[in-house]
């Protein structure tokens, strides 16, 4: 067996050193392990996090098949005390968290074998019950190095600080086998580091808020690597999906050195917020990885417009109108939507002094900004080369309703991104209307 672990392995021991500070971490995972097999370590692993714990494996028919049985089978015949729950249709909800709280008294661990559904799940009934939880990946995302959960509450996702993994464990002959479609959204979902750093740094550049370079040093290990090799990333080619499945991890573990989710979500997450909130009927059925994939796309275009032009833009005090918004959004959203903006927005004086800071410093702004993204023509290009679709029609979403997600986005968080920007100067209605739907 050979390991992939690679940097993780150093901050999993808190060995990691950062270049130019020095500084050591402690990540909070105990173990994190990347191998081309786990074929035959499965007790061993366990048994290192757990030992003499009464534990149940936790899968649904699809990852039961794909690993959860293997692991079953190891623990027993290695003599641990473990059961097994194969959920039949497991949901990342209020009542699916009840219900598998219900399915799986009495152990003091639960072993989630999955991805999105019965990781978050698991992770979330576990930190309810206070027990422990390791889980086995069945394809590459960032979910599993978190200590969030995404949980639906009568609809309504919401994301909940719980406490992470023990253990997370990666079998890269388990996740070769996953449907390509996940692979394409997890490359996505980390690729979206270059727009993510360019909103956050702008953000620190303008009004000095929260910056660290510390998760982006630890993405770069890989990042070059993992672009080079995304053609090869759907046929399983093992170096390949080793690199998307630790950059998948660092991407998770981000809010472990920041202490916030932004190094990896801004504006192309909050569109992508917008989508599953107000898309309705128009919802395509299309997963988070996906729809930041297209709006990473979309929000690379629109640093590439505003950062390529040497006349900085000139900015205007915010406009939240809110009979607008309500008319939109319904009156459930929109108080929301008005703290969030309001936090950011800009009055008369806010604008004056941003406009005379770009007077002075807008080439020193923009060549700091360029520096941290990436080529737009490299972007898409490996995108499509790791299969990720790339448009609103590509994902089956109304065109229309897409450009009013980009422009609604900026209401969704609090966070400062270049659609403040282009919306408080230009407007943002001629960039939607000319970006490819
Ligand atoms: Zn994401």
Known sequence: ???????????????????????????????????????????????????GKSITVVSDPYTHDAMGQRIYNALRADGQSVSEYVWQKPECSDRGVEHLRMATPGCDVRIAVGSGTVNDTVKYACFLDKRDYSVFATSPMNAYT???????????????????????????????????????????DVICRTTAQVDWLLSHLLFNTTYSETPYTLLAYDEPGMIKGASEMLS????????????SALMGLGTRFTETTHSGSMAEHMISHYIDMFAGDKHPRSSHGEQVGIA??????????????????????????????????????????????????????????????????????RSRLQQVMLPYDTLSESMQQAGCQRTAGDLGLDAEFYRQAVIGARYIRDRFSMLDIVDDSEGLEHFVATMPV
């Open 236 to 247: 399983g080619h093992v170096d390949s999906l080793a690199m998307l499945t630790r950059i």
């Open 1 to 51: 067996m050979t390991d992939y672990s690679g940097i993780l392995s150093e901050l999993v021991s808190g060995d990691w050193r950062e270049p130019g500070t020095g500084k050591q971490y402690d990540i909070g995972v105990k173990d994190i392990v990347i191998q081309d097999s786990l074929d035959g370590a499965e007790a061993q692993l366990i048994a290192k996090q757990h030992h």
């Open 296 to 365: 990473t796309i979309t929000m690379s275009q629109l640093h590439h417009k505003i950062l390529n032009n040497k006349t900085p833009p000139v900015m205007r005090p915010t406009n939240i109108d809110k009979d607008d918004l309500l008319s939109r959004f319904g009156a459930d959203n929109v108080d929301n939507m008005i703290n969030e903006t309001s936090r950011k927005s800009l009055d008369q004086k806010a604008a004056d002094q941003l406009n005379r800071r770009f007077d002075s410093d807008w080439q020193e702004i």
């Open 146 to 188: 978190t200590n969030t959960a995404s949980v639906s509450f009568g609809g309504f996702k919401k994301s909940i600080t719980c406490r992470g993994a023990r253990g997370v464990y990666f079998d890269l002959s388990v996740l070769a086998r996953c449907p390509a479609r996940l692979i394409s959204a997890a490359y996505a």
